[in-house]
């Protein structure tokens, strides 16, 4: 359901069609953990974020600890 909701309002932020933006969007949600990436999504919408490397600098904050250990 949020996850519609972004895809929306990012249709809507795009130029074109949004195809690579979708096709970012979709690797993001296939490449990390499903809850680090709703986590994400849910924080992108509630601040109107939809610059794909940020959403993505978002989810690897939450993952940090999982998969990397400094």
Same mark, same amino acid.
């Given at each position: 359901?949020?996850?519609?909701?972004?895809?929306?309002?990012?249709?809507?932020?795009?130029?074109?069609? $949004?195809?690579?933006?979708? =096709?970012?969007?979709?690797?993001?949600?296939?490449?990390?953990?499903? #809850?680090? @990436?709703?986590?994400?999504?849910?924080?992108?919408?509630?601040? $109107?974020?939809?610059?794909? =490397?940020?959403?993505?600098?978002?989810?690897?904050?939450?993952?940090? #600890?999982? @998969?990397?250990?400094?």
């Amino acid at each position: 359901a949020i996850l519609d909701a972004y895809l929306v309002q990012l249709k809507s932020h795009v130029r074109g069609r $949004g195809t690579c933006t979708f =096709k970012q969007l979709l690797n993001l949600k296939q490449l990390y953990p499903l #809850s680090a @990436f709703t986590s994400a999504i849910e924080q992108a919408a509630r601040y $109107g974020l939809y610059d794909m =490397k940020r959403v993505e600098t978002m989810i690897l904050r939450l993952v940090r #600890s999982d @998969f990397f250990n400094l």
